[in-house]
C-alpha cells in the first residue's frame, strides 16, 4: 500500500488545475489582471506607467471611463468629486459676462458632462467618451488662449502657466496611479482649470476675435 501512494507524493503540493477550479466554482485571479493598490481597493485599475502610455492618454481625443471594483454604484451630492465641480461656475458667469461666449458654452458643456460623468462612478461608455472629449477640448482652449491670446507675459500669464502645466501633470499622474484618484482628480482636474478658466475669462479676449467672428 506505501509503495503505491509514494508516486503520488510530488503531487500533493500542485495547485488544482483549471477543471478543478471550475467543479469548485472558485476562481484565481487572472495573471494578466492590473493591478489594484491595496489602500483603494476601489481604485480604477493601473496601466503600465510608462511614457508610451503617458503618450497614448494625451493624444486619446475621447474619455475612457475607469474600470474599478465598482464598491459604489453611484456618487452622493456630498462627495467631493461631484461638490468640486463649483469650481467651474465662476468662468462660466465670468466668461458670458466679458463677452468670450465660446469659453462659457464649452465650460458649461463640461460641467454638465463632467457631473454626469462622475455621478454615475466613471463608468465607461458614451458618456465617458463625450466628457473626455470635452474636457480636452477645453483644455487645449486654455492652452491657445494662454500661450496664444496672452495680454501680457507678466506675473498673471505665470500663474495661468503653472495652472496648465498643474492640470496636465494631475491628469498624468492620475491616470497613471489610480490610487490617487479620489484626492488628485477633483483637486487638480476641477480646481485647478477652474481657477485657469477664471483669469482667462477675466483677462483674456475670445479667441472668435482673432478670426473676426466677434466684435471685440
Not at 472558485?26 to 489582471?33: G, I, L, T, V
Not at 468640486?84 to 458670458?96: K, L, N, R, Y
Request: proline share 10%.
Amino acid at each position: 500500500m506505501l509503495r503505491r501512494l509514494l508516486p503520488l507524493a510530488p503531487l500533493l503540493g500542485r495547485r488544482p488545475n483549471a477543471a478543478a477550479l471550475v467543479t469548485t466554482g472558485k476562481r484565481s485571479p487572472s495573471p494578466a489582471a492590473p493591478a489594484r493598490s491595496p489602500d483603494a481597493p476601489d481604485a480604477p485599475d493601473a496601466p503600465d506607467a510608462t511614457a508610451a502610455t503617458a503618450l497614448r492618454l494625451l493624444l486619446d481625443p475621447v474619455g475612457r471611463g475607469k474600470t474599478r471594483a465598482r464598491a459604489v454604484e453611484r456618487r452622493p451630492p456630498g462627495d467631493f468629486m461631484m461638490s468640486s465641480h463649483a469650481f467651474f461656475c465662476p468662468t462660466i458667469v465670468v466668461a458670458a459676462a466679458n463677452g468670450l461666449p465660446e469659453l462659457a458654452a464649452l465650460q458649461f458643456a463640461v460641467f454638465v458632462a463632467s457631473l454626469a460623468y462622475h455621478a454615475r462612478g466613471e463608468r465607461p461608455g458614451a458618456v465617458a467618451r463625450v466628457e473626455g472629449a470635452l474636457a480636452k477640448a477645453l483644455f487645449l482652449y486654455g492652452a491657445a488662449q494662454t500661450f496664444g491670446n496672452a495680454p501680457d507675459f507678466g506675473a498673471p500669464f505665470a500663474v495661468e502657466t503653472t495652472l496648465a502645466a498643474g492640470t496636465l501633470a494631475a491628469f498624468l499622474y492620475t491616470n497613471l496611479r489610480p490610487a490617487s484618484y479620489e484626492v488628485w482628480h477633483p483637486l487638480g482636474l476641477h480646481a485647478l482649470p477652474g481657477a485657469w478658466g477664471l483669469i482667462v475669462a477675466a483677462r483674456h479676449e475670445p479667441l472668435l476675435a482673432l478670426f473676426g467672428a466677434v466684435a471685440t
